[in-house]
């Protein structure tokens, strides 16, 4: 069993910052890309940032410059830092990774989300 566990999210004021981290834990064998998305309420769940295995990334264009991944991959673990939050940014944060498990090989796996919340 693959399990994805965030954490870090939180109210923050304008201009503030935040570092969301997701642990990946279970019959891992590899974890190829990784990725951060958000759902504010009443929209679409939006590609925030992603990583592959090799080190390469890419952003939604309202983050670029403000936010960043990344990934330890000893730990299992991705980071998203964000840097001057504006209230627009506030959503539930999910993580995603494409896992190969001993058990099940390739899936793509969530996290249950964690609340970002910005005042202005």
């Known amino acids: 069993q693959v399990q994805l566990v965030e954490s870090g999210g939180g109210l923050v004021q304008a201009g503030g910052s935040l570092r969301l981290s997701c642990v990946s834990s279970g019959s891992i064998v590899s974890i190829n890309a990784v990725a951060w998305y958000r759902q504010a309420p009443g929209k679409q769940r939006e590609l925030v940032a992603a990583s592959t295995n090799r080190g390469s990334t890419n952003y939604a264009d309202s983050v670029k410059g403000r936010f960043a991944i990344s990934r330890e991959n000893a730990k299992n673990t991705v980071y998203l830092q964000m840097n001057s939050l504006k209230p627009e940014d506030t959503a539930v944060y999910y993580c995603?990774?494409?896992?190969?498990?001993?058990?099940?090989?390739?899936?793509?796996?969530w996290g249950q989300g964690t609340q970002v919340t910005v005042s202005s």
């Open positions: 995603n990774a494409a896992i190969f498990s001993d058990r099940t090989g390739w899936s793509d796996y």
